[in-house]
């Protein structure tokens, strides 16, 4: 079973917003933290947003002011509320918790995706696509 799952990727116009759900399994811990991660075609790839247990929040330079994360505790369901969507949006966007509650993803931001796929799980992607 998997672990994350997301959900309400898809195509809209420059200027446009989306919801982006994440919903942590049953079986799951509750971990410290959990966030986005976006990589774009070219494999660029960057931690966009985290919300921590309590609810503190990091947003990346490049969304900041125009997402914003949440969460459901009961729901075990994370959303990121995107608007003012342009085409440099444009990504597979994953839902990502630490593995293990030695991790936060607060540590991570210095790290590349790759790396830091040693230290959490990741759901399996949603796709954003911004058209100008």
């Known amino acids: 079973e998997a672990q994350l799952v997301e959900s309400g990727g898809g195509s809209v116009q420059a200027g446009g917003s989306l919801i982006l759900s994440c919903t942590r399994s049953?079986?799951?811990?509750?971990?410290?933290?959990m966030g986005w991660y976006r990589q774009k075609s070219g494999n660029e790839c960057e931690l966009v947003s985290h919300?921590?247990?309590?609810?503190?929040?990091y947003y990346s330079d490049s969304v900041k002011g125009r997402f914003t994360i949440s969460q459901d505790k009961l729901k075990r369901t994370m959303y990121l509320q995107m608007t003012q969507l342009a085409p440099e949006d444009t990504a597979v966007y994953f839902c990502?918790?630490?593995?293990?509650?030695?991790?936060?993803?607060?540590?991570?931001?210095?790290?590349?995706?790759?790396?830091?796929?040693?230290?959490?799980?990741w759901g399996q992607g949603t796709q954003v696509t911004v058209s100008s």
């Open positions: 919300i921590s247990r309590d609810g503190a929040t």
């Open positions: 990502a918790a630490p593995r293990g509650i030695l991790f936060k993803l607060a540590m991570l931001h210095d790290m590349t995706c790759d790396q830091s796929r040693e230290y959490t799980d």
């Open positions: 049953e079986n799951h811990f509750e971990p410290f933290d």
